[in-house]
């Protein structure tokens, strides 16, 4: 419990980082540290049926807030409040839905609330383009420009967030968030530094992303590319070539595009299966051609401080921050 915490918490932490070094000036930071820890750790209930309007989880929204949890948010600004960001999580096998229940502000005069689907951190989106099925402009939707309150907004992976500003004392926004199950997750930030994962893309043409936001140690324990079976090793070229590969990436970034290939897997295994990634973020991506089922399982755990102080000794720094 008190370990989960630490997590969230150091995760939180990022966010705040991340959204400072845009040079935003975010107001009203203060975090209350009892009520981000009844937050994360109220019961993380499993889907379905869902949950009665009367029954659901209910409280404020601050400026810049972070929350796991099926619930409805209502945002009051108290005094102009221009650059404000929710950060949205589900499990690995969820979707969220992001719904208006009723809104506020003056859009003519500046306001705007804006749904992004994924996270944006530093600039950098997750997923990247190259990985997330809608072209970007499409990934935001905006509450001004799109209107009407009950609009619902879904998310293609396990994350999404709100951007919103308002200049209006009293002004505000109510919106429930709910979780979905989702049968085919492809692009997932994971919520712990620690677990195992299973990545599965079943015979279609996409790119999917686990993305793990810590420094850690990681280990395939298995891996089947289609092809790998069903043609001559001799054929095939490099990984790349073969259009349906395994990718372990690293580095300062959340967008899997701008980060360093730190091994490739395709047709044999023979490498280390186990490895320790000291970047602010590591991510398996697989690339998948469409012909073959693919998948590939890993788990993970976060490197201590002794194994962080002896990947620096080997400018592993410089490797994380290359591209
Ligand atoms: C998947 O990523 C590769 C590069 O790694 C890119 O060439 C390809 O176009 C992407 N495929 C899809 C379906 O987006």
């Known amino acids: 419990m008190e370990r989960t915490f630490r997590e969230h918490l150091f995760l939180l932490v990022l966010c705040l980082s991340v959204l400072k070094g845009d040079a935003r000036y975010i107001e009203n930071n203060e975090i209350l540290k009892d009520d981000i820890y009844s937050v994360f750790n109220l019961d993380l209930k499993r889907e379905m049926p869902e949950i009665p309007e009367e029954l659901l989880y209910r409280r404020s929204l601050r400026c810049l807030d972070m929350i796991a949890v099926e619930g409805q948010f209502t945002f009051t600004a108290e005094r102009p409040q221009l650059n404000c960001a929710s950060f949205f999580m589900a499990e690995p096998n969820e979707v969220l839905s992001i719904e208006y229940d009723s809104v506020d502000i003056d859009c003519r005069g500046g306001d705007f609330i804006t749904v992004f689907d994924g996270w944006v951190m530093k600039g950098e989106k997750f997923p990247s383009s190259q990985d997330h099925p809608l072209p970007l402009f499409e990934r935001y939707v905006d509450y001004c420009e799109s209107g009407s ?119 044999s295994f023979t490498g280390p299966t186990q490895m320790k990634i000291g970047c602010e973020t590591t991510v398996v991506r697989m690339v998948s051609s469409g012909r073959f089922v693919n998948r590939v399982s890993f788990s993970y755990r976060l490197l201590n401080s002794q194994e962080l102080q002896n990947l620096k000794l080997n400018s592993i720094d410089d490797f994380c921050s290359s591209n």
């Open 149 to 267: 309150v009950r609009k619902i907004v879904r998310s293609n992976q396990n994350v999404a967030m709100l951007f919103f500003r308002i200049h209006n004392e009293g002004s505000s926004f109510t919106v429930t968030v709910r979780k979905h199950v989702n049968a085919f997750p492809c692009n997932v930030i994971s919520q712990a530094p620690e677990g195992s994962y299973t990545m599965v893309i079943p015979q279609q043409h996409k790119n999917c992303s686990f993305s793990i936001v810590y420094p850690v140690e990681i280990e395939i324990s298995e891996f089947s590319l289609g092809h790998y079976n069903n043609i001559a090793k001799r054929l095939l070229p490099g990984c790349a070539e073969t259009g349906d590969f395994v990718q372990l990436l690293g580095g300062n970034t959340i967008d899997s595009s701008k980060l360093v290939p730190v091994t490739d897997l395709c047709i």
